[in-house]
DNA sequence: AGCACTGTTTACAT
DNA sequence: TATGTAAACAGTGC
């Protein structure tokens, strides 16, 4: 499910439940879905106090009174804070129990997130965070230059490039396309052969649609729930991404893969 | 029945 | 180094 908004949305909702309890035990289910030892994973984590709920482009990160534990949901990854165990099932593997009694459960149909524990001097020195791109909603001064030089430098489908979070990080499939949507650029454009002004365009876009979709709390399309049942709302301001007629010219929206996903453009529109 | 598709990322081959 | 493809996994829809 989740682009950078879902991801803020889940980080806001949490943070409501979460912040000042204990994690008393941790009931791993699906082992690979832990990026450490086990053991070491269990022995850092057990024991402290959830401080804050902090969140870098896709990663979720739960702020302990000494660590961090670093999330990706990845396609399908959902939290549920919950006294009520009914609301266990065989997706949810893993389980973290808190000094209230209350319960985080993970429930992840396909199994592709990831967790690992993370001092907090090598939160953002070691892989994942290490190489991680600009978040358009958490930096405050955006070095425009800095990121059109990196775009040029690569000769792949600009929407390939602007997937790579080592770039600008938090777009995802359905944002992506409609940034390049409002910025009437075609997708499979090649990097280096967007302009400067054009790169200024696509960072101003990122920032609108991400903050509007933060504010409507993400999308909720094909019947995805958001987590914890939350119901996004951004789907009806989507332009093009699952979209037949487009919205500026009524022209057929074309959809082709690009890079092996799913892309949706308007041909008459983007150039 | 079988194949294509799905809001992600990474390992590997070329 | 850069790029394309497959894999991690489970479910849905045609």
Sequence with gaps: MPELPEVETVRRVLEKSLVGLE?????????????????????NIIGKKITSLSRYGKHLIFDLNEGHVLSHLRMEGKF?????????????????????GYRLYYQDVRK??????KKTEELYTTKPLKFIGVD???EKSIDKKAIFDKIVMKRLPIKTTLLNQEIICGLGNIYV??????????????????????????????????????ELKGTTIRSYTSSLGVEGGYQDYLCVHTKDVCPKCNSQIL????????????????E
Excluded at 24 to 42: G, H, Q, T, V
Excluded at 183 to 212: G, Y
Excluded at 255 to 270: A, L, M
């Design 23 to 43: 994690i008393n035990d941790i009931d791993i289910r699906y082992e690979n879905l832990i990026d450490d030892e086990i053991d070491y994973f269990k022995d």
């Design 112 to 117: 592709f997130g990831r967790f690992q524990y």
């Design 177 to 214: 396309d409609e940034v390049l949507f409002l910025s009437n650029i075609r997708p499979d454009r090649p990097s280096n052969q967007i302009t400067e002004a054009e790169a200024s365009m696509i960072i101003d876009h990122s920032i609108e649609v991400l903050s509007k979709a933060i």
């Design 255 to 270: 959809k082709i893969k690009i890079g092996g996903r799913g892309t949706y453009y308007c041909e008459n529109c983007q």
């Design 136 to 138: 358009p909603i958490l």
């Design 80 to 100: 549920f804070y919950s006294n009520d165990s009914s609301i266990d099932n065989k997706h949810v593997h893993v389980v973290f129990i808190l000094s209230n």
